[in-house]
């Protein structure tokens, strides 16, 4: 009977490192699903790419307004504070970020402009995002 103890003992005893790594596994895979729940990522990148497509073919001189309304949802879901701080335009390079943390989606375009003025402007049916583009000096 004791053997029979001592024999479960030393089977969980041998298989700790295997469960802890078993739970350490299972702990990420719950951590990754509920990151990608709301598609945050997708959004992120497919935003920055059409952006960067409507200032690619812009010229100096135009307004721009798009509809963001489903990435404003998104980011106030993420609790995402400043929704202003959604969009971020560099040097030839439009930034999407969602989440409150460090991740964003980047995609470079280009031509040679600068976009200026950017703000989202809250409305009851849709929010869109106006900006402006001038010539890069």
């Not at 598609?39 to 509809?67: C, M, Q, R, T």
């Not at 600068?114 to 995002?129: E, G, H, Q, T, W």
Request: with cysteine.
């Amino acid at each position: 009977m004791m053997n029979k103890k001592a024999a479960i003992g030393d089977l969980i005893k041998d298989n700790a490192i295997y469960l802890i790594l078993l739970t350490l596994f299972v702990i990420g895979m719950f951590a990754f699903v509920y990151q990608k729940k709301d598609n945050a990522v997708f959004w992120e990148e497919y935003y920055a790419k059409e952006i960067a497509k409507v200032i690619e073919l812009s010229e100096p001189g135009d307004e721009i307004s798009l509809d963001v309304q489903k990435i404003t949802e998104i980011a106030s879901a993420n609790k995402v504070k400043d929704l202003n701080s959604i969009f971020i335009f560099g040097d030839n390079e439009v930034c999407i970020k969602l989440n409150v943390g460090d991740y964003r989606s980047c995609y470079k375009y280009l031509n040679e402009v600068i976009v200026y003025s950017p703000k989202i402007k809250f409305a009851d049916p849709i929010n869109k995002l106006e900006f402006k583009i001038k010539e890069k000096p």
